[in-house]
């Protein structure tokens, strides 16, 4: 779950963290109030759960206070990577020496947290990551002892930091750290982290990404979970309480069971097109979780076919078929679809779709070489 980074701030806050003083607003009249309030040069910042708001456009410096509602109405009117900015911060600017990047994540390769620091911050820091991985410091947490001064100085260190940035940024990073692990996030970072004229060190972007498994010992994140979508599809398949995640390519996939969707993805890409989207049915799903699956791939312009892969277990079979079959008589099933089904019920499933007409493939690898050559052949 994402949250928005005016959320992210106030968690900081709440660890210790300085940041720049900022509020949110839904209005230009707001962000104009809110702007008088602070009574000093504003950084005016759309809202949304996409990272590159400064290269859209979405992030302003308004000296003067009359400019600010004016500023405030186009970020307001803008769509972001396809998102609408529905919010603005409306924040402090502070005089900038220097900026970094500070963050926390997960090693999956190693299984442990790993913080990551470099010294070229207010960037992607993939790109840092792509050109210049020298100029990243890196250093794992063991999950065993736990955030230590000198794990954190050890990444520092590795990454070029000065001693004076080292004693006055160890701080700030440990209680960053602590954050990421009481909070159960699977991002936590700060980009930049400035160093102010005077100084200081201050956060002035805040980002949290939070692990979605463990949302059930932080009751007290449920008011963000209606912002939390970064996708309208996305949005909407999770309120059908369906697992989905919409990814860039063409062949939709459904399956039942996450390991079974994730191999399937790679035999759409292994037969030489990209999988469209993740969605998995889960164990026990009966037809009209089918039929919503459908109704959520179709209404992806990128899909130019629907692959089918269920392994019947708890799912039976001839419940995916009805599935099919009931979703097929409510929507506009316009591109080609390739369906396996093996296990509980195939027979009674296969029956009942073969009276349709459906392609139908006895191993997942040939499903997905027939759904390729219909894409290419449409």
Do not use: W
């Not at 037969?271 to 959520?296: E, M, T, W």
């Not at 369906?339 to 009276?355: A, H, P």
């Amino acid at each position: 779950m994402k949250v928005h980074e005016y959320q992210a701030r106030e968690i900081y806050k709440q660890y210790g963290i300085a940041v720049s003083e900022g509020y949110v607003a839904e209005t230009a009249d707001q962000a104009h109030e809110l702007a008088a309030k602070i009574d000093a040069p504003v950084v005016i910042k759309a809202q949304v759960h996409v990272g590159g708001r400064g290269k859209a456009g979405g992030v302003k410096v308004v000296q003067k206070l009359e400019d600010v509602k004016g500023v405030a109405e186009k970020i307001l009117g803008m769509e972001i990577k396809g998102l609408p900015v529905k919010k603005v911060g409306v924040v402090r600017a502070v005089d900038i020496d220097h900026e970094y990047y500070l963050g926390v994540t997960l090693d999956r390769e190693n299984r442990r947290p790993v913080i990551l620091v470099s010294r070229e911050g207010g960037v992607d820091i993939e790109e840092v990551a792509a050109k210049t991985p020298e100029k990243i410091g890196r250093s794992a947490i063991d999950p065993l002892i736990g955030v230590e001064p000198y794990v954190v100085r050890k990444a520092l260190y590795s990454g070029g930091f000065t001693a004076e940035e080292v004693k006055g940024i160890t701080p700030i990073l440990v209680k960053l750290c602590k954050c990421y692990l009481d909070m159960d996030a699977q991002l936590a970072e700060i980009n930049p982290l400035v160093r102010t004229a005077d100084g200081e060190f201050m956060a002035i972007d805040a980002k949290i990404d939070f692990d979605d498994s463990a949302m059930f010992r932080h009751k007290e994140l449920d008011a963000f979970k209606e912002e939390s979508e970064t996708d309208a599809l996305e949005s909407e398949a999770h309120a059908l309480g369906l697992a989905y995640v919409r990814l860039s390519g063409e062949v939709g996939v459904i399956g039942n069971g996450a390991g079974l969707v994730m191999a399937t993805l790679d035999m759409a890409a292994a037969a030489g097109r990209k999988p469209a989207n993740f969605l998995d049915i889960g164990g026990g799903a009966r037809a009209d979780v089918v039929a919503n699956s459908l109704s959520i791939l179709l209404k992806d312009p990128n899909v130019k076919g629907i692959l089918i892969n269920v392994f019947g277990g708890i799912t039976r079979c001839d419940e995916v078929a009805k599935g099919i079959i009931e979703g097929a008589g409510k929507l506009d099933i316009n591109v080609p679809m390739v369906i396996r089904l093996k296990g509980t019920n195939e027979k009674e499933g296969k029956d009942l779709l073969e009276k349709e007409g459906y392609t139908f493939s006895d191993s997942g690898m040939e499903a997905a070489r027939k759904i390729v050559e219909l894409i290419g052949a449409a």
